[in-house]
Each structure stands twice: as C-alpha cells, then as structure tokens.
C-alpha cells in the first residue's frame, strides 16, 4: 500500500493481455479509486504486422510491429484508466514451439531471476496490496506468459511482500459453452483429440476457483480496451461478438488466490476483501 492508497499490480506478458484477462478487474479497481499497476513484460514484437502478416511473413517489420503495439497499449490503458504503465521490454518470445522461443535475449531466455529481480524493484516502488498473473501453465501454455508466471512468483518471493497474490483462471464449466461461442464466431476451437498426448487443461473446477469478480458494468471498456489492440484483431475473436454479448459472456472474471495474509473468507468476490 503506498501512501494509504490500495493498490493492484497486474503482471502480463503482452500487450492486449491486460485487456484479455483483467481488463473488467483493472477497469472495476480504477473505479474504485484503486491504483492500478499494469507491468508488461515482451515487447509484443511477435505479433501480426499491418494487414494480419505474420512473423517470418515477408514485410513483417518487428520494429515497426513492436512500436504500434506499444501505441495500442497505451491507448488500452487510458481506456482502463490504469495509474501507472512499467514495460520491462524483453523481446517476445512467440508461441511454442516457435525459433524466436530461442532467440538470444527473448523473455523465454531470460534468467528468471534476472527478470524477478527487476520486477522485484517495481514491487518495492509501488507496494501493491494485491499482485495478479498467470497460473504455472501460463494459462494456455504459451512461454512468455508461463515466464512471466515464474518471474512473479520469484519476485514476490525476493520481496517478501504481505501482498496477496492471484492467478487467473476461468471455471471449466463454462468451457464447452464458451467454445461453443467461439466455433460460432470462426475461431479454431477443436475438441480435445484423445489420442493426442494430454495436455494441461484450461482452467480450473469451480470449487476449486477462489474468486469471483463480477466486472458486468464495465465490460464496454473492456471491449474498447481490446478493440484498442487493433492490429490482433484477427486473433481476438471476442470482438465479435458485438459490445453487448461481450459483456454479458465476459462479464465475470476469475481467480484463484495463492498467497494471502488477510484471512479473508474463500469464495470472494473481491481482490481487496480482508484489506477495506
């Protein structure tokens, strides 16, 4: 808590991410009179190009890409109103799988506690009440968000800090429905193959989900937020939905608390509860 004002820390690993994920939640805190910290970690460098290129696509320029997300992102904040932006800038390491995982320098690459240490200062600036980001699969699997998992753990562990800590999830119940949704809207949403080899599942059961926030009145700046990233609108399928149906279907955000000092009663529905 820095000069009596609550405080939230969201620690993601692209830009468009904090729209994605906890966009409701930040919104929902900036309402409240919260300071929101939103700490980026890649450069987004691995993104779509103009007209949907790919990396590795002729004409997909990395600098230019990086530098039009970072003008995406600040305008997803404004529309958040987040307090405060820190980016660490590590170059994106692509999804898995990719030859960027194993570029020299890329966030995958980085030594977690060369990374945890810097995160581990923003920390000690801003002395959030409360820290968010991924679970250890990174939510979905992808290795800059099971790093930036790792890196936040780390820190928080360098610092000691009394913050309570959460990791995003959403409830599995909800799973066949919302690939239902994203069928309907053209998104590549296939059904698990039971002769592939497992791989980690998507969420959590909803007994174990410890939090549940509703963020309904804000989900039109969440949306905005999102259709601010415009240069992924291809890879954000919730955008077409239509602002309505959007927050109706995104208007609950989940968590699973792994740290907390308070002793404040589980389920919740508040990040904050045992600290106001």
Request: aromatic letters at 8%.
């Amino acid at each position: 808590m820095a000069d009596g004002a609550l405080t939230l820390m969201a620690v993601h690993a692209h830009p468009d991410d904090e729209a994605t994920g906890t966009g409701g939640l930040l919104a929902r805190c900036a309402a409240e009179g919260i300071q929101t910290v939103l700490v980026t970690c890649t450069d987004g460098g691995c993104g779509d190009g103009p007209r949907g290129v790919k990396p590795g696509e002729p004409g997909h320029d990395r600098a230019a890409v990086v530098a039009m997300r970072r003008a995406e992102l600040e305008a997803s904040c404004a529309i958040l109103k987040v307090s405060d932006l820190e980016l660490l800038d590590y170059p994106d390491s692509g999804m898995m799988g990719w030859p960027t995982n194993e570029a020299p320098g890329s966030f995958w690459t980085t030594p977690v506690p060369e990374a945890a240490g810097r995160l581990a200062d923003l920390i000690r600036q801003y002395q959030p009440d409360v820290i968010v980001t991924y679970d250890e699969n990174g939510f979905y699997g992808h290795p800059d968000h099971i790093q930036a998992h790792r890196v936040t753990m780390a820190a928080v562990a360098m610092t000691g800090t009394p913050a309570k800590v959460y990791w995003t999830t959403t409830p599995r119940s909800r799973m066949a429905e919302f690939g239902r949704i994203m069928r309907e809207l053209g998104a590549d949403w296939d059904e698990p193959d039971p002769s592939a080899p497992p791989r980690p599942e998507i969420g959590l059961p909803d007994d174990e989900i410890t939090s549940w926030i509703d963020v309904t009145e804000f989900g039109p700046q969440k949306f905005d937020a999102l259709a601010a990233h415009a240069s992924q609108s291809e890879n954000i399928f919730f955008l077409r939905m239509g602002k309505d149906k959007f927050s109706e279907v995104m208007g609950l955000e989940t968590f699973v608390r792994v740290r907390d000092t308070t002793g404040a009663p589980l389920p919740e529905d508040d990040l904050f509860a045992g600290l106001r």
